[in-house]
């Protein structure tokens, strides 16, 4: 995918000056040995930091070897100092985990005492402002601190990805979706930039490309990638055309941003103007990782990209919708299975999820805006959806949220999306989450998040949270199971 920084990871060992440097050095070794037998992509960094010269000769090592997210490695306990002033100078995610205790008789010459020195390194990284990312249980053998780098990488390249990423959007955004409307402070704070504009800039931007010589390519493109769901050939140049403006917009103004993403306002007027809806052409970007939120909704774009950031793959952005009838979980009721009425809902937009992550598709009609635009006459300015059932598989919701009063709140729940005729239009789906009734009253509701939810095609959650925490959000809520109640949960029911 596009759009997605390259996580190019390097490991750089501590050593305190009274331990055996050569046990540190060691331990390093081995680390890097075992991520190359599990095809962990690391570079092994020949500093040993011990004092704060050190420091500057690993910083100057790391800069040279183009290394963008980095891991500290205890071998032994440590220097404190030091250790915290190489992640303070450092530009990019730091990792901070500790070697184990090789074996019962080492435990003279060979004790690294790592799990005491990690406390002492929590405590500075905290007097200097450093959030690192530390695992759930931060010291191992060589193997397990191997896999503990695997689930760091994708962490990484969400924070590499928000630290040069810039926002679009088009058009103010709406009255009546005033949810979305929150305010941009925070972006600045976690690095976003954001470029607001008009929607007559959009306008205009469509009217230029008129004519580029691009557009015939990527109308035949269209038509490749709809096949037999091609119902309006006669449209895809026009779509095309507006494709071919968002794309070198995109690729003329990101300035000192490395990526970007959209939010932009696609209706009312959009139709009447532009002729068609835009959700295909939304579709088309997110599958490339350039994701396009409706309805000027630029926290929906920024979670969004934090998604297929973290999975690599095209995320989307759904209204959590409606409720699952009780005649369709009673007809379908081994495709449900354990599930409870309440843990199913209706993800659904209007057909701006990528083909690749459909299960069947074709080119439609938007039919809330046809009834609100051209009621009484064939489908014409509200053309231009993908139309389908959303694939079945695992899934993620996730949001990061600016609140009213200028602050950071976020949820992650993980579920999956049931192999089930929805029976509606639409890009949607039947969506499963445990304990979802709960989560949807007493977080989704409770803490006022908005109707929308970016959706990755995985299983992100751990990524997703421990991106949220590195960007030193406090309030991360997900789906509790039964009997775990949430602050503002009633005990008696």
Known sequence: MQNMPEVKAGIVAVSRDCFLIDLSRNRRKRVVEECKKKNIPVIECQTIVENERDVLKALEELDSRNINAL???????????????????????????????????????????????????????????QRPYIPEYPVGLPGEIAD???????TARVIIGLSGLKIFSFGPRPQDFLACNAPVKPLYDIGVEIMENSELD?????????GDPEIKTIAQDMANELGQGNNYPDLLV?????????????????????????????????????????????????????????EVDIYGALSEYMVSASTELPATLLDINNTVPYDMIEDD???????????????????????????????????????????????????????????????????????????????????????????????????????????????LIGKQFPHHTAVGFKH?????????????????????PHGVYYPDENPYG
């Not at 959009?202 to 008129?210: I, Q, S, T």
């Not at 809330?368 to 959303?390: A, F, H, S, V």
Request: charge should be neutral; hydrophobic fraction near 40%.
């Open 238 to 294: 026009k779509l095309a055309q507006y494709e071919r403006a968002l794309v070198k917009f995109y690729e003329e103004n990101r300035g000192a941003s490395q990526y970007a993403v959209f939010a932009n306002k696609c209706w009312p007027a959009f139709e009447k103007y532009f002729g068609f809806v835009p959700c295909f052409i939304n579709s088309r970007l997110a599958g490339r990782g350039i994701p396009v939120s409706c």
């Open 333 to 443: 009721k081994q495709i449900v299975g354990d599930y409870k009425p309440t843990d199913l809902f209706m993800g659904f937009h209007c057909g701006n999820t990528a083909s690749s992550c459909m299960g069947s598709f074709s080119m439609g009609y938007q039919l809330i805006m046809k009834r609100l635009q051209e009621p009484d006459k064939e489908p014409d300015i509200t053309r231009g959806n993908l139309d389908g059932t959303i694939r079945p598989g695992d899934v993620t919701i996730f949001r990061l949220q600016g609140t009213a009063d200028t602050d950071l709140r976020s949820y992650v729940a993980q579920g999956e999306i049931l192999d089930m005729n929805p029976r509606s239009f639409g890009g949607i789906g039947v969506f499963a989450i445990r304990e979802m009734g709960r989560f949807y009253r007493h977080v």
């Open 202 to 210: 959009l306008y205009d931007l469509f009217r230029e490309a008129e």
């Open 71 to 129: 891991v500290i490695y205890l071998g032994n306990f440590g220097p404190e100092g030091p250790l915290s002033m190489l992640a303070e100078r450092f530009d990019g995610p730091v990792m901070l985990v500790g070697a184990a205790e090789d074996a019962g008789d080492k435990l003279i010459d060979d004790r690294g005492d790592a799990y005491c020195g990690m406390l002492n390194a929590s405590y500075n990284m905290a007097l200097r402002w």
């Open 460 to 480: 992100a959650g751990k990524v997703l949270f421990n991106a949220v925490t590195m960007l030193g959000v406090g309030d991360i809520s997900h789906n509790k």
């Open 148 to 154: 503990k780098i695997a689930d760091f990488i994708p």
